[in-house]
């Protein structure tokens, strides 16, 4: 099994800063993609940000040019920086990663417990 575990959610002011860190153990083979998601109060899950394998980067467009994500791929972490949030920012976010267990295993999604980010106005 593969375990995800997030932390640096909070309670932050409109036009401030958080950042998020998500590190993956357990039985790892090879992570192909590490990325974030995110869930309002009454909307479905939604991607912020992903990074392939191949250091290929995806973001929401809400959050282009406020939101960065890296990642490590020897610690198997990923990090997102997010700048000047806003309220509508405000949700719990999940860390995902597209994972194999052993050489031969299908590459299957993994979840973090999620992490609370409330941005007040």
């Known amino acids: 099994q593969v375990q995800l575990v997030e932390s640096g959610g909070g309670l932050v002011q409109a036009g401030g800063s958080l950042r998020l860190s998500c590190a993956a153990s357990?039985?790892?083979?090879?992570?192909?993609?590490m990325g974030w998601y995110r869930q309002a109060p009454g909307k479905q899950r939604e991607l912020v940000a992903t990074y392939t394998n191949g250091e290929l980067t995806n973001y929401a467009d809400s959050v282009k040019g406020r939101f960065t994500i890296s990642r490590d791929n020897a610690k198997n972490t990923v990090t997102l920086q997010m700048n000047s949030l806003k309220p509508e920012d405000t949700a719990v976010y999940y860390c995902n990663a597209i994972a194999a267990e052993y050489s031969r295993s299908s590459y299957l999604p993994y979840w973090g417990q999620g992490t609370q980010v409330t941005v007040s106005s």
């Open positions: 357990g039985t790892i083979y090879h992570i192909n993609v």
